[in-house]
C-alpha cells in the first residue's frame, strides 16, 4: 500500500515539475499530470538501464532530473505526434 502512495507521490511532483519547466501552457488534469509523472519516470528508468546496463534502484537527484526529462520528452510527443 505505501509503494503504491509513494508512487503516486513522486508521479505527481515529476509531473508538475515537467509542466512547470517545459516552455508553454501544458493543459491537463491531476490525474493526467501524475500518469505523466509515473510514465516519465518509467521512460528515464528505462533508457538508463538499457544505456549502461545498471539495475539498481534509489531516489538519487540524476534519477528525478532524468523522470522530469522523461516527462517533457512525452509531453513533447505527445504535442507533435
Known amino acids: 500500500m505505501f509503494n ?8 505527481l511532483i ?3 515539475a515537467a ?3 517545459y516552455p508553454g501552457g501544458v493543459e491537463m488534469g491531476l490525474g493526467r499530470t501524475i500518469l505523466l509523472g509515473i510514465a516519465g519516470s518509467l521512460v528515464a528508468g528505462l533508457a538508463t538501464s538499457w544505456g549502461s546496463g545498471d539495475r539498481s534502484a534509489g531516489i538519487n537527484r540524476a534519477g528525478c ?3 522530469v ?7 513533447f510527443i505527445g504535442r507533435n505526434l
Open 19 to 21: 509542466r512547470f519547466l
Open 69 to 75: 526529462i522523461g516527462a517533457m520528452v512525452l509531453i
Open 14 to 16: 515529476v509531473g508538475l
Open 4 to 11: 503504491l502512495i509513494s508512487i503516486v507521490l513522486s508521479g
Open 65 to 67: 532530473l532524468a523522470s
